[in-house]
């Protein structure tokens, strides 16, 4: 599916865009009052969008807000399954995103109709989705989860058989947390979550002997077994607030850094080495396609939007809802 809009008249012309940050900061909330709009941002997203946004998180908690939302604008920070979900829990809200080609790799790794032709093999099973994937995939799920609850759902499925999706690194934490070694698990990955080198983290290690290894399950076991304390973004967040030591290693995308700073002011914050000396792996590209500038065009002609079409939309939002009522 070719997810490029065409932009309202005039809105690629550098000459509309204010030339200050300060003023497109300005500008940026004039906006948001104007628009009636909300801006939901993932902790991933650029330093700068995260402290315009009224509302920075992680997928459940984005989740959660989208829902709750009553502007008349949705817009929403992050990749285009995240604004997906919040058309789906929110179809009366236009939403709007930055840029259409933000994607994911876990989401594009996973195509419905491949997605549905292997869940063929597997008819007597439950369909636990990770909520990085399309509205399609969603639709063909049971139960939808995201890092922050994926063991407590699949503890809550005792006696069922599982099928996990779309990360395989996500699904093999899980089964080992819930005592699950059956879970079947579709062999997805995330581009910026196995990029992290474990003979360069054990280095970085060296060199900080205080320092905490924090990691997100998405990474690949070496990296795991290494870590002092695995969670969701948000896990991640408060244990570097609430623990006394003075130093983190982060093995996840950096972007968390900034929120980490904010919230644990005067720690060390540092993030683990890619494999790749020559590239900025552990950056999400598609985080990365949204900016300011994005942001203000996307504010001002309420476009790209997003939509999920019926009955897709009705068929995905039932896992999502089914997630809450089992984590609530």
């Not at 070719?2 to 940050?21: C, V, Y």
């Not at 946004?53 to 995240?82: E, T, W």
């Not at 900080?208 to 070496?222: I, K, L």
């Amino acid at each position: 599916m070719d997810r490029r809009l065409p932009m309202a008249a005039g809105a690629a012309e550098s000459s509309d865009i204010p030339a200050l940050p300060h003023e497109l900061e300005d500008e940026i909330e004039r906006l948001k009052r104007e628009q009636n709009a909300v801006v939901l941002a993932h902790y991933y997203q650029e330093s700068e969008i995260q402290d315009l946004a009224d509302f920075v998180g992680d997928s459940l908690q984005l989740s959660q807000q989208a829902k709750r939302a009553d502007a008349d604008v949705i817009c929403f920070a992050g990749v285009h399954f995240m604004a997906e979900t919040a058309k789906i829990l929110n179809p009366k809200r236009k939403v709007v995103v930055p840029d259409l080609d933000a994607g994911c790799s876990l989401a594009d790794g996973c195509p419905p109709g491949d997605f549905a032709r292997w869940l063929e093999s597997y008819p007597d099973h439950t369909v636990v989705s990770y909520v990085n994937c399309s509205a399609e995939v969603k639709a063909l799920s049971d139960v939808i989860c995201t890092s922050s609850n994926a063991v407590s759902v699949v503890r809550a499925l005792e006696g069922h058989k599982v099928v996990f999706a779309p990360d395989r690194h996500l699904g093999r934490y899980v089964a080992r947390e819930s005592g699950r070694d059956d879970l079947v698990l579709w062999p997805g990955t995330c581009i910026v979550h196995e990029t992290f080198s474990e003979k360069k983290l054990l280095g970085l290690r060296a060199r900080n002997p205080g320092a905490h290894v924090v990691a997100h399950p998405e990474c690949e076991d070496q990296i795991l077994r290494h870590a002092d304390h695995i969670a969701s973004t948000s896990g991640l967040l408060r244990y570097v607030a609430e623990t006394e030591a003075d130093a983190f290693i982060v093995a996840t995308e950096a972007g968390i850094l900034h929120k980490m700073a904010q919230v644990a002011p005067g720690k060390t914050l540092i993030p683990a080495p890619p494999e790749d000396d020559t590239c900025a792996c552990n950056l999400c590209p598609h985080m990365r396609k949204n900016t300011l500038e994005k942001l203000f065009l996307c504010l001002r002609d309420l476009t790209p939007e997003v939509d999920v079409p019926e009955p897709t939309r009705s068929r995905a939002r039932e896992p999502i809802e089914r997630m809450f009522e089992l984590t609530s």
